[in-house]
């Protein structure tokens, strides 16, 4: 089989899809046409294609054999979790007792050393939350003195569409207030797949005291607005449309509400109350780790006929200026009918776009002065370089994380791959 000659799966970076259970349109009007890159550019200066026995791996590759040491890693790492099969590595995980760990995964890191270039790998994630599917650097030969332990996240991968970048000085670091020692990141969440507004018209009317939505969504979740509307017989408004909302009553917006979530993410400008306080320019961000949820309660009982909310980070600059990333993943909305919680609507962002069942392309064009990050081809995220000049070492690894900061783990997990299909490094032409 040539796999350079395999179509990419005909998902669109940055589509907007409707949701089976809302009626949604949002502020994209028109789609901006993303920048894609030139491989005319470049030039191919190494590839694996994985296109040779198992037993080859280890002529480009180095294995990890026994427990990570990683406190956020709950798998060891061995050789025999990274099988080369039909052309296509996969990094295996398994629910065994191994090295003082509960699971076992496989990750590689190559022989030698990379410096500036363009890199790409066309893998798929492990089926399952709790994963970490990772292409990434890191100095494994070594730091030389006056340079920086830098590492290079192009993807740390989170079922089932979340992309994760980050650039790390490690060398670095400084004392917070509470005395814990840190360093300098960029950790950025880019969940592209969906849309920021969800509206969910019932069919039938419900009386109750009490709204929730719960999600399981791997990294924190932005509410810029979250609505409860009563009845309407002339339908309800476009969730982006401040004049439309006169013809509706919020009931998020009443005197008698009352409001709870799971908490707030310190390291950015959030409050709880920002979630309801009828401006869609300010945002609610939940706690970064474990189940999120906000509930809305009442001291009367209200009539409901619709629930309707915002998603995300709205994009004002960069490649992806205008779109939002940090989409939610999934959710579930209930409401309380004076005995139990019944659930009114759900959505799971794999229908959407599922990065386990579909081959993607990441890739990274890193030079003294940017990093650019790419899905596809198309250009998603540029930073500044002001760390990493040296050559470094390329990695692939699966992980399984604890404190839900990849999603929950469970035996869903067991049997599951990070499924390589290739990995090319490209200089730019003289």
Not at 102 to 118: C, M
Not at 150 to 172: K, L, Q, S
Not at 343 to 369: M, P, R
């Amino acid at each position: 089989m040539k796999k350079c000659i395999l179509l990419q799966t005909s998902i669109v970076l940055f589509s907007l899809l409707s949701v089976a259970s809302a009626s949604a349109e949002t502020t994209n009007k028109t789609t901006p046409t993303p920048e894609m890159i030139d491989l005319t550019q470049w030039q191919l200066a190494w590839s694996d294609e994985f296109e040779y026995p198992n037993s080859q791996l280890d002529q480009n590759w180095i294995s990890q054999n026994g427990p990570t040491e990683n406190a956020w890693v709950l798998s060891s790492r061995w050789r025999d979790n990274a099988v080369v099969k039909d052309g296509v590595l996969h990094l295996m995980s398994k629910k065994e007792n191994r090295g003082g760990q509960e699971w076992t995964t496989g990750n590689i890191w190559s022989k030698r050393a990379f410096h500036y270039g363009y890199y790409e790998a066309r893998y798929k994630y492990a089926g399952a939350y709790g994963t970490n599917n990772s292409f990434w650097f890191w100095p494994k030969q070594g730091v030389a003195e006056g340079e920086k332990a830098c590492e290079i996240d192009i993807n740390e991968g989170h079922y089932p569409n979340v992309m994760n970048t980050n650039v790390h000085n490690w060398t670095d670091t400084y004392t917070l207030p509470n005395g814990r020692e840190t360093h300098s990141d960029n950790q950025l969440h880019h969940t592209l797949m969906g849309q920021p507004d969800h509206t969910i018209a019932l069919r039938n009317t419900i009386k109750t005291k009490k709204i929730r939505l719960r999600s399981q969504n791997p990294a924190s979740i932005h509410i810029n607005e979250f609505r409860v509307f009563a009845p309407s017989s002339s339908g309800y408004p476009n969730a982006f449309d401040e004049k439309q909302m006169t013809t509706v009553t919020n009931l998020a917006l009443a005197e008698d509400v009352s409001l709870v979530t799971n908490g707030i993410y310190s390291r950015l400008v959030s409050k709880e109350e920002f979630a309801i306080d009828d401006r869609i320019d300010t945002r609610w961000v939940s706690e970064k780790h474990g189940d999120k949820f906000i509930e809305l309660s009442w001291e009367q009982e209200k009539s409901i006929g619709a629930i309707q909310f915002i998603n995300g980070w709205l994009q004002e600059s960069g490649p992806s200026k205008g779109f939002y990333r940090n989409l939610i993943t999934d959710y579930q909305i209930d409401y309380y009918d004076g005995n139990k919680w019944v659930e009114i609507a759900n959505y799971d962002a794999a229908n959407v776009a599922d990065f386990s069942e579909e081959y993607h392309t990441y890739g990274l064009a890193w030079d003294k002065d940017y990093f650019k990050f790419y899905l596809d081809g198309k250009l998603y995220h540029t930073m500044r370089n002001e760390v990493c000049f040296s050559e470094t070492t390329m990695l692939f690894s699966l992980a399984i994380l604890k404190a839900a900061i990849a999603g929950p783990v469970s035996d869903d997990i067991d049997g599951t791959s990070m499924a390589i299909d290739w990995v090319r490094y490209h200089t730019k032409k003289p």
